[in-house]
């Protein structure tokens, strides 16, 4: 590769923040488009995007918007998380930053709350605010080897002592079409920074470009191609696999664009929409606890090599209890959570093997203590407090 993929893609979307660049990714079809009535037309312009992962924010939220670019999307979710929540643009091009911050005040004069903010950032490195960095800069320009080191050692004091978004403070971090400008040797970081500054039991909802095949040595080749979203492609397995590695449960497939956006070289690029949650860490307890898959199919597998069968009664610690019957996360729908006959404190309960796939016996859990998790709240006949069931 015979040219520096930071700058290619600062001075792409620098013109971009100027002149309109229709080419720069493919056009997003938003289902819930009242929120764009009081965004200037500007900002509406000069955002780029593949995805619409704004759809998947909720009321109060705090959420993280990598890559936020003219604001547009932080400017939706600041409608939908409202005067409680939060939103937080990180980018790293000064132009789309001043673009972006121009509108503040019109925004929060429109809504009559302002609960946005916009910082420069790497989104590969979130702990370091490259504002700060550079006001320390201008105080002490570096002129010799020795001082790099300097430099080095004070950007590591930032990231620890005053970072830009802090260990697991954020509910949602989304982002739409950003992920692919991240240099190929910067990208494991990239999710592990995500990660972090995700609370337990947060998601990232994240919509990029993705392909059906390894790009070829001319797209990988080509400096427009790589700003322009393509040669910095995940592969479509590869971008949920990434998930996976960095820690993630529950991943799952949003939106796929059916058409591909973009065919070169045979190669097919199209937008896909992700979720993905944090917070299956921690020690594993056995309260007796036990879980149903409900189907269809006739046995699943989590992102732990959890196998529940169908019907059965699966044996699971407190831990992937929780995970399984939260009202918030991705599989209470496909599961009836069952309490044990007898509370166990988790400071007395003992280790549980995970790796093994249980059935739970009946008379360890069966008994006036049970719950069930309902998928429909007009299910009133077969709630635990109904005197008849269907």
Same mark, same amino acid.
């Given at each position: 590769?015979?040219?520096?993929?930071? &700058?290619?893609?600062?001075?792409?979307?620098?013109?971009?923040?100027?002149?309109?660049?229709? *080419?720069?990714?493919?056009?997003?079809?938003?289902? $819930?488009?009242?929120?764009?009535? @009081?965004?200037?037309?500007?900002?509406?312009?000069?955002?780029?995007?593949?995805?619409?992962?704004?759809?998947?924010?909720?009321?109060?939220?705090?959420?993280?918007?990598?890559?936020?670019?003219?604001?547009?999307?932080?400017?939706?979710?600041?409608?939908?998380?409202?005067?409680?929540?939060?939103?937080?643009?990180?980018?790293?091009?000064?132009?789309?930053?001043?673009?972006?911050?121009?509108?503040?005040?019109?925004?929060?004069?429109?809504?009559?709350?302002?609960?946005?903010?916009?910082?420069? !950032?790497?989104?590969?490195?979130?702990?370091?605010?490259?504002?700060?960095?550079? =006001?320390?800069?201008?105080? =002490?320009?570096?002129? *010799?080897? &020795?001082?790099?080191?300097?430099?080095?050692?004070?950007?590591?004091?930032?990231?620890?002592?005053?970072?830009?978004?802090?260990?697991?403070?954020?509910?949602?971090?989304?982002?739409?079409?950003?992920?692919?400008?991240?240099?190929?040797?910067?990208?494991?970081?990239?999710?592990? $920074?995500?990660? %972090?500054?995700?609370?337990?039991?947060?998601?990232?909802?994240?919509?990029?470009?993705?392909?059906?095949?390894?790009?070829?040595?001319?797209?990988?080749?080509?400096?427009?191609?790589? *700003?322009?979203? @393509?040669?910095?492609?995940?592969?479509?397995?590869?971008?949920?696999?990434?998930?996976?590695?960095?820690?993630?449960?529950?991943?799952?497939?949003?939106?796929?664009?059916?058409?591909?956006?973009?065919?070169?070289?045979?190669?097919?690029?199209?937008?896909?929409?992700?979720?993905?949650?944090? !917070?299956?860490?921690?020690?594993?307890?056995?309260?007796?606890?036990?879980?149903?898959?409900?189907?269809?199919?006739?046995?699943?597998?989590?992102?732990?090599?959890?196998?529940?069968?169908?019907?059965?009664?699966?044996?699971?610690?407190?831990?992937?209890?929780?995970?399984?019957? =939260?009202?918030?996360?991705?599989?209470?729908?496909?599961?009836?959570?069952?309490?044990?006959? $007898?509370?166990?404190?988790? &400071? *007395?309960?003992?280790?549980?093997?995970?790796?093994?796939?249980?059935? %739970?016996?009946?008379?360890?859990?069966?008994? &006036?203590?049970?719950?069930?998790?309902?998928?429909?709240?007009?299910?009133?006949?077969?709630?635990?407090?109904?005197?008849?069931?269907?």
């Amino acid at each position: 590769m015979n040219y520096n993929i930071e &700058e290619t893609v600062i001075e792409r979307y620098k013109a971009g923040a100027t002149t309109v660049q229709p *080419s720069l990714c493919c056009p997003v079809e938003y289902q $819930e488009n009242q929120y764009l009535e @009081i965004i200037p037309q500007e900002i509406i312009e000069k955002d780029y995007g593949c995805g619409d992962p704004t759809r998947y924010v909720n009321p109060g939220e705090i959420v993280v918007d990598l890559g936020s670019g003219a604001g547009k999307n932080c400017y939706m979710i600041a409608q939908k998380v409202g005067a409680t929540g939060q939103v937080i643009g990180v980018d790293f091009n000064d132009t789309m930053l001043a673009l972006s911050r121009s509108y503040q005040g019109e925004i929060a004069q429109k809504l009559g709350y302002a609960n946005t903010s916009f910082v420069k !950032g790497k989104i590969q490195d979130l702990a370091l605010d490259l504002d700060q960095v550079q =006001n320390w800069l201008k105080v =002490n320009p570096i002129q *010799s080897i &020795e001082q790099i080191t300097e430099f080095e050692l004070e950007c590591d004091r930032l990231r620890q002592q005053n970072p830009l978004i802090a260990d697991n403070s954020v509910d949602v971090v989304i982002s739409n079409c950003v992920l692919n400008l991240v240099r190929p040797q910067d990208k494991d970081q990239l999710f592990q $920074e995500i990660y %972090r500054v995700l609370k337990r039991g947060g998601r990232a909802v994240i919509s990029d470009i993705v392909c059906d095949q390894d790009p070829t040595p001319n797209i990988l080749n080509d400096p427009d191609l790589w *700003s322009g979203c @393509i040669a910095g492609a995940f592969r479509e397995n590869e971008f949920l696999e990434r998930f996976e590695q960095a820690g993630f449960y529950g991943i799952e497939i949003l939106a796929r664009q059916e058409e591909p956006w973009q065919v070169i070289d045979g190669i097919e690029f199209r937008s896909l929409t992700v979720c993905a949650y944090k !917070g299956k860490d921690g020690p594993c307890l056995d309260v007796n606890q036990a879980v149903i898959y409900k189907g269809p199919w006739k046995q699943v597998m989590d992102d732990d090599g959890h196998i529940l069968y169908r019907g059965e009664r699966m044996a699971v610690c407190d831990k992937t209890y929780q995970i399984y019957t =939260n009202i918030n996360g991705p599989y209470c729908q496909d599961i009836l959570g069952i309490l044990p006959h $007898e509370t166990i404190p988790l &400071e *007395s309960a003992p280790e549980f093997d995970c790796r093994r796939n249980i059935i %739970r016996k009946p008379e360890e859990t069966k008994g &006036e203590h049970y719950h069930v998790t309902l998928t429909n709240s007009d299910n009133s006949c077969c709630s635990p407090s109904s005197s008849s069931c269907c």
